[in-house]
């Protein structure tokens, strides 16, 4: 089906910048949209930045102007770009793919294993 690796997380210094990439497998034509959500200690998973396929981003408010969300569909890998770092962004980040067309016995929805990202003061 669909198997998603992240790489790219790690410790980091307040002003910062670092890359994640997700390297997707499987049946990833079948897949629309990418996405990097993110969860601190203690606090509900959150999206971070959403891309489709045809090139549609939204990110949310914390991470405008700071985050970069791209895509490579040939190599079916998404990358997130953060610059700026804050002590706020620490989290544990995790790739998300989505079909907009289900599939007979498969999820429409997978998850990566997650990528600690920690800003240092």
């Known amino acids: 089906q669909v198997q998603l690796e992240e790489s790219g997380g790690g410790l980091v210094q307040a002003g910062g910048s670092l890359r994640l990439s997700c390297k997707g497998s499987?049946?990833?034509?079948?897949?629309?949209?990418m996405a990097w959500y993110r969860q601190a200690p203690e606090k509900e998973r959150e999206l971070v930045a959403r891309i489709t396929r045809g090139g549609s981003i939204n990110y949310a408010e914390s991470v405008k102007g700071r985050f970069t969300i791209s895509r490579d569909n040939a190599e079916n890998t998404v990358y997130l770009l953060m610059d700026s770092l804050k002590s706020e962004d620490t989290a544990v980040y995790y790739c998300?793919?989505?079909?907009?067309?289900?599939?007979?016995?498969?999820?429409?929805?997978?998850w990566g294993q997650g990528t600690k990202v920690t800003v240092s003061s």
């Open positions: 998300h793919a989505k079909r907009l067309i289900s599939i007979a016995s498969a999820p429409d929805e997978y």
């Open positions: 499987g049946m990833m034509n079948t897949i629309n949209a």
